[in-house]
């Protein structure tokens, strides 16, 4: 097979932070294995930003030219082997319902070369092939190139994408049926739900928390008898977590009664080191009490980072940080140790235990009525 003269040679690899690709490759079902999906996520990166300079041509074929170094440092028979089996994996669309069909082979030549030094792979896609990687319009699929490349599992890849698709138009729920999303996922015909669940989902789920810092939950959305036949998806950054949590915390304390906050808080004091007429200052005052269980839930919580003193930062945001003992100095005596004390020493109607969160301290409330 000899280049065509007007083939069009992409620019030498420059990898870019982000990755643009269309909507419709996006929910295509896709034959690559693990490796196979991490050469065609650097193809996207590529062409992805010659679109969005207007570099494409039109009706031509496109070659790219991955470094081995972008995938393995040492492993190249791997490389290889995905290569060659890259050559003969398809892009498929199907809608039985409408029925249309369109099955495509995305890369017809896949070989090795050596520029400047380096080896590469060159991979040839076929001008009406193109449009399925390059066409943007006005939905495309955007998402963090490094954090692809760091999924392990081709599961994992996909749902990335997929929930990707949804964060770019301000979606954080979003449905498919079992049916369609297990032909995008590509998992085998022979898998029962439990299996879907358990080889794809939950994996996928593990390593979106733990790579891409996103959680991924999901119920059932419609049920035929018994059968699961349409899953509803809910993705949540930390961050919203936190919040969430926050926001629990501060429904718990609404509905506690005085002498609940008034316990609940001096167990929570245990987790700084405040001075006893501090302590005093903030359960003699509501606003300052209120203050005093939101931000402890915010530090909790993790909705407050990097804070290196938490007292200091408490003390600081409850306005209290310059405030001075009101009980006049006692004069020092000998072998007696100087202390500040609280007008409560013992907390009122104090549980002995550790220092605990909001939630733990109201569920042994509860456990105890």
Known sequence: MQSDPNDQFAPLFTKRPTNYQPNLFTESKQEFTELEKKIVVLVVNQIGHMTLKGEIKEKANVVF??????????????????????????????????????FITPFPRVRSEVIDG???????????VVPHFAELGQRYTKYDIDVMLSLSSVYAQR???????????????FS????????MLNCP??????????????????????????????????????KIVELLFRVKTPQQLAAEAVSHDQRRVNNMSINEAYTTAWQLMK???LKGFQKDHILADLTLLDTFFRID????????????????????SLGIDQLKDPKP??????????????LFPQGPTLRSGSAKSIGAIFGDMIMNE
Not at 300 to 310: D, E, I, L, S, T
Not at 329 to 342: D, E, G, R, V
């Open 65 to 102: 030219t991955i470094p081995f170094a972008e995938l393995t440092r040492d492993h190249h028979k791997q490389i290889a082997d995905a290569a060659e089996s890259l050559q003969s994996k398809r892009l498929i669309y199907r809608n039985d319902a409408k029925g249309k069909f369109d």
């Open 118 to 128: 380096k080896r590469v792979i060159e991979l040839t896609m076929f001008a009406d």
């Open 159 to 173: 749902m990335f994408e997929i929930v990707s698709m949804y964060h770019n138009r301000g979606q954080q729920e």
């Open 176 to 183: 498919y049926s079992v049916e369609r999303l297990m032909m």
């Open 189 to 226: 015909s022979r898998y029962t739900f439990n299996d879907f669940k358990k080889n794809a989902l939950e994996v996928a789920q593990r390593e979106l928390q733990q790579k891409a810092n996103l959680v991924l939950e999901w119920s059932p959305a419609k049920k035929e008898g018994k």
């Open 271 to 273: 987790n700084y080191k």
């Open 297 to 316: 839930s915010e530090l909790a919580n993790g909705v407050r980072q990097n804070v290196k003193n938490p007292t200091a930062y408490l003390v600081k």
């Open 329 to 342: 100095k006692a004069k020092k005596q000998p072998n007696t140790p100087q202390s500040t004390l609280s």
